[in-house]
């Protein structure tokens, strides 16, 4: 069974930065693609930032100030948040689409979230 922890979240000032780690435990045979997902109080999930071996993808309010990375080896993504402002105020989650053997299904795992706080 993979589980993904995640942490790095907390509170700080508008302008701040903070760096969001998710490591995958257990054995994974192949992951497609690392994501970071956010969820702000009454509204939809976003894709935040995603990374695959083709490189990577942000959504538009993020871009120049986020950067997503990896280190294959670890099975570990990371988000670096920089220039923080009050609308990044979320729970974000990483996410893999993995699959665990050869030849099992494709899968979404996630982490359990962790909360991201800009104050003004």
């Known amino acids: 069974q993979v589980q993904l922890v995640e942490s790095g979240g907390g509170l700080v000032q508008a302008g701040g930065s903070l760096r969001l780690s998710c490591a995958a435990s257990g054995s994974i045979f192949r992951i497609n693609a690392m994501g970071w997902y956010r969820q702000a109080p009454g509204k939809q999930r976003e894709l935040v930032a995603l990374i695959t071996s083709g490189g990577t993808n942000y959504t538009n309010s993020v871009k120049g100030r986020f950067t997503i990375s990896r280190d294959n080896a670890k099975n570990t993504v990371y988000l670096q948040m920089n220039s923080l402002k009050p609308d990044d105020t979320a729970v974000y989650y990483c996410?893999?689409?993995?699959?665990?053997?050869?030849?099992?299904?494709?899968?979404?795992?996630w982490g359990q979230g962790t909360q991201v706080t800009v104050s003004s």
């Open positions: 996410n893999f689409n993995a699959k665990l053997t050869p030849f099992a299904r494709v899968y979404d795992y």
